[in-house]
């Protein structure tokens, strides 16, 4: 998701505790799944950042938010993403996702005002 340089980063944080998760998930979530035909890496991280927002899982929704901006996905997209979640997630989710989503708009220094929609009456 993040490249070779992710992939090392990972490596470097790999301790006696972590490794075997570490492993597994480069492996085979990286490794295997990430690399498969049929998708984009762009289309992966879009459903991949859905599907953590219907678990709620905030953590690991901002990691995937940073790698679905290094795949890509616009940070349009991403608020679509959010939004669409209201329907099917519920609105705590869809507030989660979007708070993951402001913080690493903000860490990457993206303006919040995507479309100008805000200002539209």
Request: proline residues 3%.
């Amino acid at each position: 998701m993040f490249g070779p340089e992710g992939a090392e980063g990972q490596v470097e944080h790999t301790t006696d505790l972590n490794d075997k998760l570490q492993d597994f998930v480069t492996r085979y979530c990286f490794g295997d799944i990430w690399q498969r035909d049929g998708l984009s890496y762009a289309e992966r991280s879009r459903i991949t950042f859905a599907m953590l927002i219907a678990q709620g899982k905030s953590h690991e929704l901002r990691v995937h938010a940073r790698g679905a901006l290094a795949n890509g996905v616009s940070p349009v997209e991403l608020r679509e993403v959010v939004v669409h979640s209201i329907l099917y997630c519920g609105i705590p989710a869809a507030v989660e996702g979007l708070r993951a989503l402001e913080e690493i708009l903000e860490e990457r220094g993206i303006a919040l005002d995507l479309d100008g929609e805000a200002e539209r009456p």
